[in-house]
Every structure is written in C-alpha cells, then in structure tokens.
Nanobody, 116 residues
C-alpha cells in the first residue's frame, strides 16, 4: 500500500505563486510516474503535470511556462511550483502515483484558490 499526502494549497492573488508538495510513503517501486491533476467545480479531473522516475516531464498546455514539476527521490516527494497563477487555476489539486498499470494511488487533494 502507498499513501500520498499533499500540502501547500491555499489562497493566493492572481500573479502569485504557490508550491505544492506530495509526500509518498509505503511500498514504492523504483519505476514510477508521479503526477499532479486538478479538478475545478463542475469540470472533469485533468492532468496538470507529470514526471517519471528519471525526470522526464509532461505539462498541460495551459500551465506550460508557469508551472514546474520536480521530485526528490531520496524523500519520495514530488513538488509542483506554480507561478503567475490565474483565477482559472483555481481547483482541487491531486497527487497521483502510478507504480504499474495495476497500482495507481491518489492523494486526498489540496485546494488552490486564486482570487483577489
């Protein structure tokens, strides 16, 4: 079993920054993909950014150039640095760990609100 604990959400003004953290614990395989997803009210959950165990990254077009995903393998933690935040970034952000096609885990989510 794997547990994912997110932190770092909150209220920020447009143009501001936040850093989300996702700490993983439990039986974590060496080969894995960690990702951040978000879900706004009335919308489907969508991929924001993902990173493999060797550091390859993928971003949604809407966040390219503003968000950066990175990880600290020694701490089993993945981060999402969010800059130049916009009101449309408001959502609940979820961490996802994909260890194999049959081992997928989600965190409980953290609220990010961008508003003046």
């Amino acid at each position: 079993q794997v547990q994912l604990v997110e932190s770092g959400g909150g209220l920020v003004q447009p143009g501001g920054s936040l850093r989300l953290s996702c700490a993983a614990s439990g039986s974590i395989s060496r080969s894995n993909i960690m990702g951040w997803y978000r879900q706004a009210p009335g919308k489907q959950r969508e991929l924001v950014a993902a990173i493999t165990d060797v550091g390859s990254t993928n971003y949604a077009d809407s966040v390219k150039g503003r968000f950066t995903i990175f990880r600290d393998n020694a701490k089993n933690t993945v981060y999402l640095q969010m800059n130049s935040l916009k009101p449309e970034d408001t959502a609940v952000y979820f961490c996802k760990a994909t260890l194999s096609p049959f081992r997928v885990y989600w965190g409980q989510g953290t609220q990010v609100t961008v508003s003046s």
